[in-house]
């Protein structure tokens, strides 16, 4: 809030933006940087990428800040990852805390912990330039757990 002489108050509003869903009891919860639950939907914001294997208290509402020590690994990944794929359903599964697991499209990626996030992306972007459409199904995942060293796993019998 800021005065302007003479006799004017200027007001700055600025919403809370979304970086993540969530499925809870059927409905789909959309969280914020800072861990606060800011809407609740039928359907799932697929511009957003979906966490799932996170532990979620027993009920869920909106205005509600969920505990940071079950986000402050997956809300990082969320963030880099939100903008990143577009047209590509993106989900972060974090059921093994500090062991991330990225799905694009159902394309399992081994992420690892939350550091280095623009180092293992860049890394996994430059392998997913390499696959072409009708190869991705023979992949069985990606790992950029260690980004100078990426690796992609074929499925056994479709090594290319």
């Known amino acids: 809030m800021k005065t302007r ?6 007001i700055e509003v600025s919403e809370r933006s979304g970086i993540a869903s969530f499925l809870f009891e059927g409905e789909y919860y959309t969280v914020d940087g ?8 039928a359907q799932a914001n697929v511009e957003l990428p979906l966490l799932t ?9 909106v205005g509600q800040a969920l505990p940071m020590e079950t986000l402050k690994g997956p809300l990082p990944v969320a963030e ?3 903008d990143r794929y577009p047209g590509m359903q993106v989900e972060i599964d974090a059921a093994e805390a500090g ?3 990225l799905f694009l499209d ?8 939350a550091w280095n996030l623009i180092g293992k992306l860049n890394a ?5 330039l390499t696959i072409s459409e009708e190869n991705k199904e023979k992949v069985e ?8 060293k990426p690796a992609l796993k074929w499925k056994t019998g479709d090594e290319s």
Do not use: F, M, W
């Not at 294997?53 to 509402?61: A, D, F, Q, R, W």
């Not at 995942?141 to 100078?148: D, F, H, Q």
């Open 53 to 61: 294997g996170i532990p979620l208290p027993e009920s869920v509402s």
């Open 5 to 10: 002489p003479p006799h004017k108050i200027l």
């Open 124 to 128: 996994l972007d430059s392998l997913l």
């Open 80 to 82: 880099a990852v939100k």
């Open 99 to 101: 062991n991330y697991r």
């Open 34 to 41: 800072e861990g606060y639950v800011i809407a609740r939907s």
């Open 106 to 113: 159902r394309l399992e990626v081994q992420l690892g912990g």
């Open 141 to 148: 995942y990606i790992n950029v757990t260690a980004p100078s």
